[in-house]
């Protein structure tokens, strides 16, 4: 049942699910801030070939991950649109210089190379994280993901937020459904049949068991968690920890060396933009 | 009597139920308003009851988590900017926690107007302000469209607020027991 | 003489939001090594004597205390939770929520993990632990694959960790199948021996405790120890009936065979209790007593033709069932967690839809209706009360689906005060629900579906979490409503002696299919279904057995009839 709404993790053996966990998610922060700040084409285009490469080691089949590609199409298609569409101009302004592929008489909707490779370089920055990301989702256990945040200094109580969160979510999402119905037999109406308002309070109406359910069962297991003593100590181990090993200490090492590329083309290009019209 | 102990789990456990929540909110409950590509959001109403009830570390962190696990399996990577600043709503809306007091049972009036304004300015600084700011910045977004998402957001999500919020707001300080107050009646 | 490891001396406890005492001068000794089990009603301030025995009381709970209570040597007053902990290991009647990590070997390792120790030594343990209560293949499995005995199993290796002395078990039975129920308390049994431990259960259902063996029983009544004493002694005086609680089985039958329980040596194990008349007054009662001649039934309200549901064809969870349900019946569904009753019922309201087949109500379709369109019908009761509730207010939740539907408010008025009445609610009708105990909001849900007159009521688990009092009340309602309405109740149940005594067919399902469709005294006196199906044999059946007496099935039976007589 879970694998219909989440992408679950896949116990296989590869390169990628021996790391541990802390070194994919350091790996998967700083590139994508990289990549968040870099404008410089031909960097973005080396981490996305270089994540699909890791993509093709860490053996994900394509029809696992098939229906969020085609999410991610239609969102990035969505935003480059909005962008041509609010700002044709924008290219021109960051890159300086006035190629046009066409124009019409009134100036609107035109065209330039400049704005196309500016909304290139935008899909590059949509995508190029994807890979990573479903990566480090695959082939990290849920397990493994809270004593990864721990270890790289997130307060281990907020990383046991993360565990409970993971934990229950297949609880509520069971929960949601039965009440849901629940409801729905009482007589509320939330199908599309409803006009707008009684629909607002019947959604409501069914969240609101949710909700209160919820808050039960928050009193219960913080009971059950300080019977068996959460939050006593300033620390706690974890059963589920890897230790780093020699791959983990090479991996670092390699995704630093990319983060400090990245940070030179700066200095390279004089800012955040690779220009090839100049 | 050491209460603090068991009041910092109770956080930590919002935080995770909260964040479950959230997720399974965010992910199957919407509603269409009419306009396309936008929805009555039930998640950013429900995070207005769980800041009045645990605060703004719970429901900050929690639509923080919340929100970054549902881009990550919708979107496959979060829209960092947007995430934040959900986050930092979530935080302010957690501060109302004492001004609103939800846990003495008593809701007045003026505080529901007055938490109804907060959070309409909450969220005007957050969409309006911080986000767009944060994909121009960081992004290197067009204005115009940044703030046309973010305006966009504003509404819907003061709405979501306003409408689902309240109501969870009121229902929830009904159900709270006033010290002593149960008494059978014949 | 050695010292109690748990002492309270005139013990009192108020909770903030309550206007009495919950807990009136308690005066309990409890020793190292004894094994005792506190009973008592709901309500009664068993489960807040509990809290007081693990530290939850003052800490999570606060209210005023007054009196002594020592725990291990600890005043309660100034130790924290977390100092108990180590002393009292608690298993939590919800083992879903107890059950916070991943994994199984996570969540054993789960207080480990708290204490800091080395990750090597902690799999080390873990390992020692999952070995000790049969969980090492399920190591790796998320809780959504366990089952409710498993889960708790999980749950005890997680607080024996510890090496705490102390085992409490708040309602061990409430979520569990009957055989599962009857697994925990022998292993419990067996672990008490192993690890010396000292063993507090708080639960109702006693007769299922008691064939653990139990040193000494503990009444609870309105905040106060009303009996303390060996089970024997409390057994002889037959106390757990005046004190409205319910009596082992086999000792009614003994009762109505007229035996003076004063005069039975062993009375707690139905398997030796031993009584120089016993086995001449049982013949001469099963003699005396005849079977009356069954009775006719309806015409078919419910026809369910080759139905089949699955999630994927590999795994069908409904497979090619067919069944008739006869207007006025009263059957129970039982089976074994997974063997499809929840499914068969979401497929009857429309929670869910078949692959194939057909469900007919009076010669109707039901798949080409909808869910609300099919609750005019058939009212389904969840088994969480919480999943239900969408009002704040005990008379609005019971009003909201006549409102609904468009009633006027003077019938409203008189329906809901009247179905409020009934379900023993009207004295509270103006609480909120969050102030009631999880028995009474079930009793809030039940009466919210009665409310609107249905022809057809399906409850899952009815009765879990009541007590006697709540339990017989809410069973002789539904009894007068079949039987006065003519209306047709199907209760999904893993207590077998609602099933006994309540309903006239029991269907058993297994793996999708119907095991077997008879009265319930032919199910359970059959060693086979009882077995395949994870029910458990009845006392009354052990008795039979045992002293020989011509069939089982129709001792069984008339014992039933005797008893039903007399509530009539």
Not at chain 3, 60 to 73: D, H, Q, R, T, V
């Amino acid at each position: 049942m879970n694998s219909q709404f989440l992408i679950g993790y896949n116990d296989k053996d590869t390169f990628l699910h021996r790391l541990s966990g802390s070194t994919k998610l350091i790996g998967f922060i700083a590139f994508s801030i990289i990549g968040m700040v870099t404008y410089d084409t031909r960097f973005l285009i080396g981490i996305l070939v270089f994540s699909l490469v890791l993509f093709k080691i860490s053996q994900i089949n394509i029809k696992e991950v098939s229906l969020i590609l085609k999410l991610i199409i239609v969102f990035a298609a969505l935003n480059l649109l909005m962008v041509y569409v609010f700002a044709p101009g924008y290219g021109m302004t960051i890159y300086g210089t006035q190629h046009m592929i066409w124009r019409n008489p009134e100036n609107y909707f035109n065209l330039s190379w400049e704005e196309l490779f500016y909304i290139f370089n935008l899909f590059l920055k949509y995508t190029f994280a994807v890979p990573l990301a479903l990566i480090f989702l695959i082939t990290t256990n849920p397990s493994e993901f809270a004593a990864s945040l721990n270890k790289i200094g997130i307060p281990y109580k907020t990383s046991y937020a993360v565990e409970i969160a993971l934990r229950y979510i297949p609880n509520v999402q069971r929960d949601y459904r039965t009440i849901s119905l629940a409801q729905q037999a009482r007589g509320y109406e939330i199908s599309k049949k409803a006009k707008f308002w009684p629909r607002v309070i019947g959604n409501a109406q069914i969240v609101l068991p949710l909700i209160f359910t919820s808050l039960d069962r928050i009193e219960v297991i913080s009971q059950a968690m300080e019977l068996r003593r959460f939050g006593r100590d300033k620390k706690r181990t974890w059963y589920m920890e890897k230790n780093f090993k020699k791959s983990d200490y090479l991996s670092l090492i390699v995704i630093f060396i990319i983060v400090l590329v990245g940070v030179m083309l700066f200095g390279v290009n004089g800012g955040r933009f690779w220009n090839p019209f100049k | 009597m050491k209460n603090n102990g068991n009041n910092s789990i109770k956080t930590v456990v919002a935080t995770g139920i909260g964040a479950a929540i959230v997720f399974v909110l965010m992910k199957f409950v919407a509603i269409p308003t009419g306009i396309p590509n936008t929805q009555l959001n039930i998640a950013e109403g429900f995070l207005a009851l769980l800041g009045a009830i645990y605060g703004p570390v719970a429901a900050g962190l929690a639509i923080f988590i919340g929100h970054t696990l549902n881009d990550f399996v919708t979107y496959g990577s979060p829209w960092w900017t947007w995430v934040i600043t959900d986050g930092l709503v979530g935080f302010a809306f957690g501060l109302a926690k004492n001004k609103l007091d939800i846990q003495s049972g008593v809701l007045s009036k003026g505080k529901l107007v007055w938490f109804n304004v907060y959070q309409i300015i909450v969220n005007f600084i957050a969409w309006v302000l911080l986000a767009p700011s944060g994909d121009i910045i960081i992004y290197h977004e067009p204005a115009k469209k940044v703030f046309i998402q973010g305006i966009t957001t504003w509404i819907i999500n003061s709405l979501s607020v306003a409408v689902i919020g309240t109501i969870l707001l009121v229902l929830y300080a009904k159900t709270r027991t006033k010290r002593g107050s149960l008494k059978k009646e014949r | 003489m050695t010292e109690p490891i748990i002492s309270f001396k005139n013990f009192s406890f108020q909770y903030e939001s309550q206007s009495e005492k919950t807990l009136d001068q308690i005066n309990l000794n409890i020793f190292p090594g004894e094994k005792v089990m506190i009973a008592g009603a709901s309500g009664s301030g068993k489960s807040t004597l509990g809290r007081c025995i693990n530290g939850l009381i003052p800490q999570a709970y606060p209210g005023e205390m007054s009196g002594e209570c020592l725990i291990n040597g600890k005043p309660l007053n100034n130790s924290s939770i977390f100092d108990l902990s180590f002393d009292v290991g608690t298993v939590l009647q919800d083992p879903d929520s107890q059950f916070v990590g991943l994994t199984v070997a996570e969540d054993i390792a789960f207080s480990l993990e708290n204490d800091q120790l080395p990750q090597v030594k902690m799999h080390e343990v873990t390992k020692k632990w999952s070995k000790k209560l049969d969980l090492t293949d399920l190591a790796q499995h998320s809780p959504q694959e366990l089952s409710g005995g498993q889960k708790q199993r999980v749950a005890m290796a997680g607080v024996l960790i510890d090496e705490s002395k102390i085992l409490l078990f708040d309602e061990p039975l409430a979520s569990l199948d009957p055989a599962s129920g009857a697994a925990s308390v022998k292993l419990i049994d067996q672990l008490a021996q192993k690890q010396s431990l000292t063993v507090i259960i708080i639960e109702h259902r006693i007769e299922e405790v008691l064939k653990g063996g139990i040193d000494r029983l503990v009444i609870m009544r309105n905040g106060k120890i009303v009996a303390n004493d060996s089970p024997q002694k409390i057994l002889k005086q037959s106390l757990l009936e005046k004190l409205g609680l319910r009596e082992p089985l086999y000792l009614s039958a003994l009762k109505r065979a007229g035996i003076n329980l004063v005069e039975c040596q062993n009375i707690d194990q139905v398997s030796r209790i031993t009584e120089p008349q016993i086995n001449q007054k049982l013949f001469e009662w099963n003699e005396h007593a005849k079977l009356s001649k069954k009775v006719k039934k309806g015409s078919t309200l419910l026809a369910i033709n080759a139905l089949s549901f699955g999630y994927t064809k590999e795994h069908p969870i409904i497979k090619d069932l067919s069944l008739e349900i006869k207007k006025g019946e009263m059957i129970s569904l039982v089976g074994r967690n997974g063997a499809g009753k929840s499914t068969l019922s979401n497929l009857i309201t429309g929670f869910l839809s078949p692959v194939s087949g057909s469900i007919k109500f009076k010669g109707q379709d039901l798949l080409n209706m909808s869910v609300k369109e099919r609750a005019q019908y058939i009212g389904y009761i969840l088994q969480d009360p919480n999943q239900m509730i969408s009002k704040t207010m005990i008379y609005d939740e019971v009003a909201s689906g006549l409102l609904l539907r468009g009633f006027l408010e003077d019938e409203i008025k008189q329906r809901v005060e009247n179905i409020l009445r009934i379900c023993g609610l009207y004295e509270m009708r103006h609480w909120p629900i969050s102030a009631l105990s999880f028995g009474q909001k079930k009793r809030v849900t039940i009466a919210s579906m009665l409310v609107l007159k249905p022809e057809m009521l399906i409850l899952d688990e009815p009765t879990a979490g009541q007590d006697l009092k709540h339990y017989t009340e809410i069973m002789t309602f539904l009894e007068k409503l079949q039987q006065k309405n003519n209306l047709t109740i199907i209760l999904i149940t893993h207590d077998m002696h609602l099933m006994l005594e309540y309903t006239q067919r029991t269907i058993v399902l297994d793996h999708g299919k119907v095991l077997l469709d008879a009265e319930p005294a032919k199910v359970l006196t059959n060693d086979e279904i009882i077995k395949r199906a994870y029910l458990a044999r009845t006392s009354l059946f052990d008795l039979a057995e045992r002293y020989q007496l011509p069939s089982a099935t129709d001792f069984v039976a008339k014992f039933i009839q005797a008893e039903r007589e007399d509530r009539a």
